[in-house]
């Protein structure tokens, strides 16, 4: 706690520097409205699932929640930068590739749906020619993390702000957290506001649509985060929490404030250890993990972990096998019955796309 309001002070010192970077991000959505920097189209539907934030929004669950709802009707792809791995350029996820050769999301999504094509590059308008000659069979492209990259213009934007950071209430980097004009949101397709709590009234509903200021048409909707029954993270077998555990939660996720929550309302007691988003695990990290664990006196004692951790881990599958290390899904939920206008708003852009003009 500390910790967080210094940093939340010191960071009150780099205002300055945010005028800065206001003043370039300004001057370079200037020069994409007047068309002095180009914007490409492509002939197809591409969906884009952003933020204007730095930070975690809930970008990745809700891209999974778009493959489950689409990959049944349509041929569908994914593409993102492949955040922290350790290559450049273009790369398509495949049964032999690693966290640090695509990415950890871009690997737990792969696992999950792995007849998807999963491509990365951190260049998105030369990357998606090439996944479309990997995949020429591709009907619909999911563009996560890309609604501040104007070289392509996606016909479908989807923009999430985090309940708890909202962008109305946000400012720019490095003071704040955001890396776009706040005035961005009105082009955005619809806004997503996630992470809400799961009691969330009408008249908070209401609050914050206003708050928040939609443009005409601009649907609003609203996520809590649903997390699933834990799995070993090698043998899959399924898990039910007893409310009696010792956990040790290990986390490298940019916001684990709900997990924490969350296990804190199913445990006896727990620890947490939380490193960085994206952390590549080495194997001091490992050994520490395990020795803390080892400190737990209860004899029902079990390790969680998210799933984008558990990509990292999975180097150490072999020593993970013999402890009770689980791993916890996630996915959105949303509230006040919106979920079937969601799907319907998705559908409807891409069926739209896909009838020829009379």
């Keep these: 706690m500390f910790y967080n309001f210094f940093l939340r002070s010191f960071r009150i010192f780099l205002l300055p520097l945010s005028l800065v970077y206001w003043l370039v991000i300004f001057l370079r959505n200037w020069l994409f409205d007047k068309e002095l920097l180009r914007t490409a189209t492509f002939g197809m539907p591409l969906i884009t699932v952003g ?40 790369a398509l996820a495949t049964t032999r590739s690693t966290a640090l050769e695509i990415g950890d999301e871009p690997l737990a999504l792969h696992r999950k749906f792995p007849t998807i094509p999963v491509a990365v590059g951190e260049e998105r308008l030369l990357a998606i020619p090439e ?14 993390d890309a609604f501040q990259h104007r070289s392509i213009q996606a016909g479908c934007s989807i923009l999430l702000t985090d309940y708890a950071n909202l962008f109305t209430r946000d400012f720019y980097l490095p003071t ?3 890396r776009d004009l706040k005035s961005r949101y009105k082009e955005a397709t619809a806004i997503v506001v996630s992470k809400c709590p799961a009691n969330l009234s009408e008249k908070q509903r209401g609050d914050l649509i206003e708050e928040l200021a939609p443009v005409a048409g601009q649907p609003v909707f609203f996520t809590t985060l649903s997390y699933g029954a834990p799995y070993h993270l090698t043998t899959k077998e399924t898990y039910s929490f007893t409310g009696h555990e010792e956990i040790l939660l290990v986390t ?19 620890l947490q250890l939380t490193y960085r988003d994206h952390h590549i695990f080495s194997i001091e990290d490992f050994k520490d993990i395990v020795r803390e664990f080892e ?62 003009l009379t």
Excluded: C, M
């Design 252 to 270: 490298g996720i940019s916001n684990p404030r709900p997990l924490k929550q969350y296990i804190e309302e199913r445990s006896a007691t727990y």
């Design 295 to 356: 400190k737990l006196p209860a004899e029902n004692r079990v390790i969680v972990t998210t799933e984008k951790d558990a990509v990292r881990l999975e180097k150490f599958n072999t020593e993970i096998a013999q402890l009770p290390w689980y791993v916890l899904p996630v996915a959105p939920r949303f509230l006040f019955d919106e979920q079937a206008s969601f799907d319907r708003l998705i559908v409807q852009f891409i069926e739209d796309f896909k009838r020829p």
């Design 51 to 90: 933020n204007l934030a730095v930070g975690g929004t809930g970008k990745s669950p809700l891209i999974e929640y778009l493959v489950a709802l689409l990959h049944k009707r349509y041929k569908v792809a994914t593409l993102s930068r492949g955040y922290r791995r350790r290559t450049r350029g273009y």
């Design 176 to 178: 704040g957290d955001l």
């Design 131 to 144: 996944l479309l000659h990997d995949h020429p069979e591709t009907e619909v492209i999911l563009l996560d």
